[in-house]
């Protein structure tokens, strides 16, 4: 009939591999929109996570592409090796300070307080022959009392930070010498639990196997994190976001697991300082404790009105730090098999500031990560390390290691008066 219109028939469906095709393509297209809206979208989610880390890390491939093309031996298995070991004892002190900084305050005295845990450590063990294990608990709550007597000056007597620690900087350095008395350097036993613990090394699956955990933990947690913003209606950002990242991370981890293990394997003190550094950014950001730390660094007068205990806060931060403090003076003494006079002192309390400040961590507070430690003193050993190689003298790096720091300062000077342009009137 002409009033009439035959049924419209559909189009063949095509082959499997037609529609396979369209619907790659169509994820495709999703996929790189998400990725474009995450890297250049207006407030999205690149723009507005920390970007501190960022110009570290690329600034960090840019110092490692030269030394290797200085010299070939900065990226080989064994000094990329050693270099993870070496970053270890300074990383430990570096992380607890980032707490610190998180208030918007210094602590100065982090390295005195782990030259002392480390001389308390060798004193009982070779000369009063307590066991190692015990010393050990010892040598790390001489860090925790150190940092609660800070903690109860500060925060309660209302001496400032920066005054309580610089005296604990000369305090403690004293006690220190007192406790070493008139032997001067003690040497611990190569096979000794404390040495083992920069010595001893896992064979090559534990890289690789630390390295696919870690990718899909990561992965895991992310996704979950972003699930629950979506279920609550808050910005959870693409999923390709989650998927770079991840996919960025699988690259590195499993890149330095090959690495390692073509030298030694996984050192036993990395993976303690990469499991330390998680621990705490858990605290930091998932824990009503982090919270409370973040709300304090970001304004005191804020913090008291949302009821949360100032005198606890300040003493428990001071606290974590002297303990980071102890743990990182013990690493450090592992590395070199000995405790002496001059533990604790030099140019160490120099790079745990300038490892967490070029980090990304703030020295106005409120900002800042555990990982921060990580990247910070992975860019100081990399130069020192990649220095000492090309035959540059100690004065050479003292500088350009100072010239790095001022740089990270000022960036983070720039980027607190974006932020409050009226704090810098």
Do not use: C, K
């Amino acid at each position: 009939m002409s009033g009439t219109t035959a049924p419209r028939r559909t189009r063949p469906a095509g082959t499997g591999a037609d529609r396979s095709g369209s619907v790659l393509g169509a994820l495709d297209r999703r996929l790189r929109a998400d990725l474009g809206r995450y890297l250049n979208g207006p407030g999205g989610e690149w723009r507005g996570r920390e970007l501190g880390a960022v110009p570290v890390v690329l600034g960090l491939v840019a110092m490692w592409a030269v030394f290797q093309i200085l010299d070939d031996n900065f990226l080989s298995p064994r000094n990329l090796s050693n270099l993870s070991v070496d970053i270890v004892g300074t990383g430990m002190i570096a992380v607890g300070v980032v707490f610190v900084l998180l208030l918007g305050e210094i602590d100065l005295s982090v390295a005195s307080v782990s030259g002392l845990a480390a001389a308390t450590f060798a004193v009982l063990t070779v000369y009063q022959g307590v066991p190692e294990w015990l010393a050990l608990i010892v040598a790390v709550l001489t860090g925790s009392a150190a940092g609660a007597l800070h903690g109860f000056f500060f925060a309660r007597v209302g001496v400032p930070a920066f005054m309580v620690t610089l005296a604990g900087l000369l305090g403690w350095n004293g006690l220190m010498l007192y406790v070493l008395g008139a032997v001067g350097t003690i040497t611990l036993h190569n096979l000794s639990l404390i040495t083992s613990l920069t010595s001893h090394y896992f064979p090559d699956a534990a890289a690789y196997a630390l390295a696919a955990v870690s990718t899909a933990v990561f992965f895991l947690v992310s996704h979950q994190q972003r699930r629950r913003r979506a279920a609550a209606g808050t910005p959870s950002g693409p999923l390709a976001g989650i998927v770079l990242r991840t996919a960025l991370l699988a690259v590195v981890a499993f890149a330095a697991a090959h690495t390692l293990n073509r030298f030694r394997g996984l050192p036993l003190a990395l993976l303690i300082f990469l499991l330390v550094v998680a621990g705490l950014d858990y605290v930091l950001r998932r824990t009503p404790y982090g919270r409370r730390v973040a709300a304090l660094g970001g304004g005191v007068e804020a913090a008291r009105r949302a009821g949360i205990n100032l005198v606890t806060m300040r003493i428990s931060v001071l606290v974590i730090s002297g303990t980071m403090a102890a743990v990182g003076g013990l690493f450090l003494a592992s590395r070199v098999t000995s405790v002496g006079q001059t533990s604790g002192t030099g140019i160490l309390l120099l790079n745990v500031i300038a490892a967490a400040v070029i980090g990304g961590t703030s020295l106005f507070g409120g900002r800042g990560r555990t990982w921060s430690a990580l990247l910070g003193i992975l860019v100081i050993q990399s130069l020192a390390s990649g220095m000492a190689l090309l035959g540059i003298s100690s004065a050479v790096q003292l500088m350009v290691t100072g010239a790095v720091l001022l740089g990270a300062m000022v960036l983070d000077s720039l980027s607190h008066r974006r932020q409050h342009p009226r704090a810098a009137t």
